[in-house]
């Protein structure tokens, strides 16, 4: 990497000034190294944007036997406050994504989670279920430009030896965001309503708005792109053209559908016999999501060190285990195998997310919407069509048809071991 230039800057105002360096002409600016300020900033303002990202996609999730009771839903009908959601944020990111390749990064992002509070405050006052869904479906539509555009920025912004751990940092950001959301729902709604719940959660969003856009540096390696659909065309036979991205995305979809059907429906099970836990103590078991905060972080790290090939089939393989635990009729089994399986998910999101930004060359805005749009694809419709598999055998129907979608994830693991690594 080149040396930062030695001109002398013009006054600007703190913290501004070391983020306006300039460069000689052609010369590219360092990128962000672990232990540095601007690494630090990064890393908070992308852990807080994740943060209040999952906490407001993910916090109506322990709800669902509520809304269940509520307005006499069955559970897969009752998952749609999920779906909703994550389906239109499916369909938004790649437009998110191509925005973000013209007009910028940041913006584009602070946008997403400004918008996406407001409209969590306004489901607080939806009148039936239907107003509800609508308003989730916006939420996922505007959400889609922060996930979208996160790790484009990072894999632009950082180095590549440092890319794995912000990317684990970003994705610890959104296990705790999950985590907390949900936490915070559940104790909300067994002490008042889950309305008061949404008003939190959509007042948490604003203020995460505000930290977000004082901490994160404006992009010094973005460089505009024209919109056209025949350059969107185009990116997108690249990224297909590429066998490890194409699994890679087939891995995203996989990944997330099994993780949020197991957590969909795990309310379900756990307020009945033989457990028969109230709200707030189903609520209190997605603490367990801090495993997975430290699970992305150290799945990280290890990437960066053994390799992404060596590591994803491994954590898939986790998963599995954690789920046949939860078959379990005793809850401190079933809990052990719900941690197993939360800090898989975490560890694989982790290294897979990475992977696509060291595989894709040009367009990783695209080819992470890409990435992310199969991942919230999977979570949309595997999340929901599981919950059909409820009414054919409950818990046991559900875990049937994860452990064969995290069979085939871990046959296509496996297939990315033997794939010729890019030079770069």
Same mark, same amino acid.
């Given at each position: ?119 969590? =405050? /306004?489901? &607080? #006052?939806?009148?039936?279920? %239907?107003?509800? +869904?609508?308003?989730?479906? @916006?939420? !996922? *539509?505007? $959400? ?39 936490? =915070? /729902?559940? &104790? #909300?709604?067994?002490?008042? %309503?889950?309305? +008061?719940?949404?008003?939190? @959660?959509? !007042? *948490?969003? $604003? ?197 064969l979608a995290l069979a085939a994830c871990i046959a296509i693991a496996l297939r990315l071991r033997s794939l ?5």
């Amino acid at each position: 990497m080149s040396s930062p230039a030695s001109s002398v800057l013009p006054i600007v105002p703190d913290p501004l000034c070391a983020l306006l360096k300039a460069s000689p002409a052609g010369v590219e600016p360092e990128r962000l190294e672990a232990g540095t300020a601007s690494f630090q900033r990064t890393a908070r303002g992308m852990f807080v944007g994740g943060f209040a990202t999952f906490a407001m996609l993910y916090g109506f999730q322990p709800l669902l036997p509520q809304f269940s009771h509520e307005f006499g839903l069955s559970p897969a009908q009752a998952s749609g406050a999920m779906s909703a959601a994550t389906g239109t944020l499916a369909l938004m990111l790649i437009p998110a994504g191509i925005a973000a390749d013209r007009f910028g990064r940041k913006g584009i992002m602070n946008a997403a989670l400004g918008l996406a509070a407001c409209l969590t =405050l /306004a489901t &607080a #006052l939806a009148a039936d279920f %239907s107003q509800l +869904l609508i308003l989730r479906a @916006l939420l !996922g *539509l505007v $959400l889609a430009g922060l996930p979208a555009v996160a790790m484009a920025y990072l894999s632009e912004e950082v180095a590549p030896d440092s890319l794995g751990r912000s990317m684990g940092l970003y994705i610890a950001g959104n296990a705790l965001g999950g985590m907390s959301g949900r936490l =915070l /729902a559940s &104790a #909300l709604t067994d002490w008042s %309503s889950w309305r +008061l719940a949404a008003a939190v @959660l959509g !007042g *948490l969003g $604003l203020l995460a708005t505000v930290v977000f856009w004082r901490s994160l540096p404006p992009s010094r390696h973005f460089r505009p792109a024209s919109i056209s659909l025949a350059a969107l065309a185009s990116g997108c036979r690249n990224h297909f053209s590429d066998v490890g991205l194409r699994w890679l995305f087939v891995v995203g979809f996989l990944l997330m559908g099994s993780f949020v059907s197991l957590y969909n429906y795990l309310g379900y099970r756990l307020v009945l016999p033989p457990f028969d836990l109230r709200p707030g103590q189903v609520g209190a078991v997605f603490s367990l999501y801090l495993i997975g905060m430290w699970g992305s972080a150290w799945a990280g790290k290890l990437a960066d060190r053994l390799g992404r090939r060596n590591v994803l089939w491994v954590m898939v393989s986790v998963m599995a285990l954690g789920l046949g635990l939860t078959l379990a009729e005793r809850l401190a089994v079933v809990l052990v195998g719900i941690g197993l399986f939360t800090f898989g998910f975490f560890a694989a999101h982790s290294v897979s997310s990475s992977w696509i930004g060291r595989r894709a060359t040009t367009g990783r805005a695209l080819a992470s919407a890409l990435y992310l749009s199969a991942y919230y694809l999977g979570s949309s419709s595997l999340g929901s069509f599981s919950g059909l598999m409820w009414g054919v055998g409950g818990w046991h129907g559900i875990a049937a048809l994860l452990a064969l979608a995290l069979a085939a994830c871990i046959a296509i693991a496996l297939r990315l071991r033997s794939l010729a690594p890019l030079t770069r």
